[in-house]
């Protein structure tokens, strides 16, 4: 699987972005999700989807991030809305390797242990 993000940039507190990410390869029956990672900071999980639809999110961003895919689904989107400085960061796409048990886990509950990890793109929120 290789993805491809897009979709970053700066913007004012209270701005919105859309993060997209391109995937190729095998990516049915699988979870894929957006991760974070600040300087000086652990990557953290900021959205998944599961192969059946359901979405799980952060607390930090529940109720202003939606996570998305395109109708054929080779696309994972991000919308962000109302977004703060604390959301500056790397954003990273990431897709697992199967949805076995313990993928399950990984997806639901956003372990950043996901097999395949696109090279990010930045997100930049000034106050």
């Known amino acids: 699987v290789q993805l491809v993000e897009s979709g970053g940039g700066s913007v004012q507190a209270g701005g919105s972005l859309r993060l997209s990410c391109a995937a190729s390869g095998y990516t049915y029956n699988i979870c894929m999700g957006w991760f974070r990672q600040a300087p000086g900071k652990e990557r953290e999980g900021v959205a998944t989807?599961?192969?059946?639809?359901?979405?799980h999110y952060a607390d930090s961003v529940k109720g202003r991030f939606t996570i998305s895919k395109d109708n054929p689904g080779n696309t994972l989107l991000l919308q962000m809305n109302s977004l703060e400085p604390e959301d500056s960061a790397m954003y990273y796409c990431?897709?697992?390797?199967?949805?076995?048990?313990?993928?399950?886990?990984?997806?639901?509950?956003?372990?950043?242990?996901?097999?395949?990890w696109g090279q990010g793109t930045q997100v930049t929120v000034s106050s």
């Open positions: 990431a897709a697992g390797g199967s949805f076995n048990p313990i993928d399950r886990v990984r997806c639901s509950n956003l372990i950043p242990t996901f097999a395949y």
């Open positions: 989807l599961d192969p059946y639809g359901n979405p």
